[in-house]
Every structure is written in C-alpha cells, then in structure tokens.
C-alpha cells in the first residue's frame, strides 16, 4: 500500500538560509510524488510533481526535490528561504489510476528573520 | 474567478444535526474529490466522482456521510446526524483528466466544520 512519512513535523530556518523537508514513502511500484504547500487560511497548491520522468523536479518558488528510489526518499530543498516561505507542506502520493492523493502529517516551516 | 470555490467557508452545528457542504469544482473538470483534514493532521481521501459517477466512497468514514454529484459538476457533501469527531475542514478538489492520478489536483479553501 502506498504511503508517505514525513520525518520532521515542525522545521524552523532563518531568513537566506537552506531549506530541507524530508519524506520517505512507501509503495509497490513506481510512484507518483507531489509537494504541496498550504498557507493560512488558503488552499492547497501544488508546488511540484514527480512522474517517473527526471529525478530531479524543479518547482514554483524556487523549490526543488530529488526521487531517490534506493532511499526511498523524496525530500524538498530551497537554497535559501523566504519569509513567505512560512507554511504547513505536505508530502503526497498518488494511489491507483483515479489519482486519489494519500497525504503525509504535514511539515510546519518556520522561518525566521 | 476560476478556482475551486467552496460554501460556505465555515459552519457551526449543533449535534445531532444534518449539514450540506456545496462544491463548485473549476468548470469542465471531470474528476471530484473530497477530503477531510482534522485539525493538526493531512487530508485524507473521503470520496472521488468521475463526472456524475461516484466511483469510489471508500474513504468515507460512515453511512452518515453522503456525496452527490448530479450533473457532474456542482458536488454537495452531506452529513447526518452530526457527532463532534466530524469537526474538521472539508476540501473540495478537482482535476482535468478521467485519470487523475499524473496531474495536478486544484484545491477549494475548505469548509470549516465545528459541531457543538
């Protein structure tokens, strides 16, 4: 069965630094990936999707993850952060052909002045 | 505008009452989806229409819980008998193709549920 476990559930960075969220998942066979980003009181937006086509999929807002299949990783990165930057994420996985999405516990980034 | 628009944004039930939550999916998409987010927690998957079919209820969390989806665009979710572990927000979301499970989802604000 598919899932997603995101290891960190609050992140804090400062302003300009790096940014890491880390997610492992689970599934039987290639999966599709998603980051998606949700802010106060709006909805939820896509940051970026993985569809077993490059490794490395490059975002909006300057947002970034690698597939690793060996670690069975998908973590998110930003080389430096942005204090709009400040949001839950959430890791997710697509199960079956209709696409309905399971959805890691989320991921609190604080960022700092 | 050309989102996915939800009503309404919050309500406040008292136990033991029924709830209808309204959504409007971005127009000519196909697939439907609900979820459920309590709070502090992901969404998790209730239930997904194809157009006017609903083919798949199995995140739906009892009978007290109803989806409809009459003409395939407009979707309501209702609830029965309210109990207070059924507080959370409700998202509605929406994509372009039958099979959704490559392609972006676009996501209403959420209807914001408290039963009393």
């Known amino acids: 069965a598919q899932s997603v476990t995101q290891l960190d559930s609050h992140v804090s960075v400062s302003e300009g630094t790096p940014v890491l969220l880390r997610c492992n998942y689970s599934?039987?066979?290639?999966?599709?990936l998603f980051w998606y980003v949700q802010h106060p009181n709006k909805g939820l937006q896509l940051l970026l999707k993985?569809?077993?086509?490059?490794?490395l999929v490059k975002g909006i807002n300057g947002f970034e993850a690698e597939f690793k299949k060996s670690e069975t990783s998908f973590h998110l990165t930003k080389p430096s952060a942005h204090m709009s930057d400040a949001a839950e994420y959430f890791c997710?996985?697509?199960?079956?052909?209709?696409?309905?999405?399971?959805f890691g516990q989320g991921t609190t980034l604080q960022v700092k002045p | 505008g050309a989102g996915v628009s939800q009503s309404p944004r919050y309500k406040v039930a008292k136990r033991g009452q029924d709830v209808a939550l309204r959504c409007d999916p971005i127009?000519?998409?196909?697939?439907l989806f609900w979820y459920q987010q309590a709070l502090g927690q992901g969404p998790e998957f209730l239930t997904y229409?194809?157009?006017?079919?609903?083919?798949?209820k199995s995140g739906l969390p009892s009978d007290r819980f109803f989806a409809e989806r009459p003409e395939g665009s407009v979707s309501t979710l209702k609830i029965q008998r309210t109990q207070q572990e059924d507080s959370a927000v409700y998202l509605c979301?929406?994509?372009?193709?039958?099979?959704?499970?490559?392609?972006?989802?676009?996501f209403g604000p959420g209807t914001r549920l408290t039963v009393l």
């Open positions: 127009s000519g998409h196909v697939s």
């Open positions: 997710v996985v697509s199960k079956g052909n209709t696409g309905k999405l399971i």
């Open positions: 993985y569809t077993s086509a490059a490794t």
């Open positions: 979301a929406s994509s372009s193709r039958r099979l959704a499970n490559l392609d972006e989802q676009f």
């Open positions: 599934s039987s066979y290639s999966p599709s």
């Open positions: 229409f194809q157009n006017e079919a609903q083919l798949d």
